[in-house]
T-cell receptor, first 113, second 117 residues
């Protein structure tokens, strides 16, 4: 069965500091991995994805993520956090042959000035 | 491009009534759309896959007679919550895949907040 785990309910970081939001996955076959951000009472906005190729993926708003097959992880990172990055972040996995997305439990990112 | 809209954004209804939520792909065709439910401070749970011109595929544990899905055109899917109860109060989000798209992405609507009183 496919699943995604986000071990941290909340991540706190000071503005200007680097941030990491963790994600691990379990899926049969090759994973398609995604990160989405959600602001209050809004839908999900796409940040980045890993399908194949380079393990380091760059996405929107300065975010990047590193695919690590041996550790089955896909952590989201940003070198310098902004207060406006404060939101709820979801990691998701899509199985190769199917359209369904499976989401992690979400991590609330708090960036303090 | 690839914009998905939902209507209404918020709805309050009385217990026992039915509510219809629309999901539209504004600038692309979507044979397949998805309906998710999100409880406060929780993740998105896939409820069903909506297929244009055929019956929806429901996830295990989702009552298909309670959550009626109709995908009547390539740009519109509707979710009807029948005989709503307070426990149906939730945030409902739809998403869509672009037909013949190879990016593997889904595009999400802004969500509908349903409150059943």
């Amino acid at each position: 069965a496919q699943s995604v785990a986000q071990p941290e309910d909340q991540v706190n970081v000071a503005e200007g500091n680097p941030l990491t939001v963790k994600c691990t996955y379990s899926v049969s076959g090759n994973p398609y991995l995604f990160w989405y951000v959600q602001y209050p009472n809004r839908g999900l906005q796409f940040l980045l994805k890993y399908i194949t190729g380079d393990n380091l993926v760059k996405g929107s708003y300065g975010f990047e993520a590193e695919f690590n097959k041996s550790q089955t992880s896909f952590h989201l990172k940003k070198p310098s956090a902004l207060v406006s990055d404060s939101a709820l972040y979801f990691c998701a996995v899509r199985e190769y042959n199917f359209n369904k997305f499976y989401f992690g439990s979400g991590t609330k990112l708090n960036v303090k000035p | 491009g690839a914009v998905v809209s939902q209507h209404p954004s918020r709805v309050i209804c009385k217990s026992g009534t039915s509510v219809k939520i629309e999901c539209r792909s504004l600038d692309f065709q979507a044979t397949t759309m998805f309906w998710y439910r999100q409880f406060p401070k929780q993740s998105l749970m896939l409820m069903a896959t909506s297929n244009e011109g055929s019956k929806a595929t429901y996830e295990q544990g989702v009552e298909k007679d309670k959550f009626l899905i109709n995908h009547a055109s390539l740009t519109l899917s509707t979710l009807t919550v029948t005989s709503a109860h307070p426990e149906d109060s939730s945030f409902y989000i739809c998403s869509a895949r672009v037909d013949r798209d190879t990016t593997y992405e889904q595009y999400f609507g802004p969500g509908t907040r349903l409150t059943v009183t």
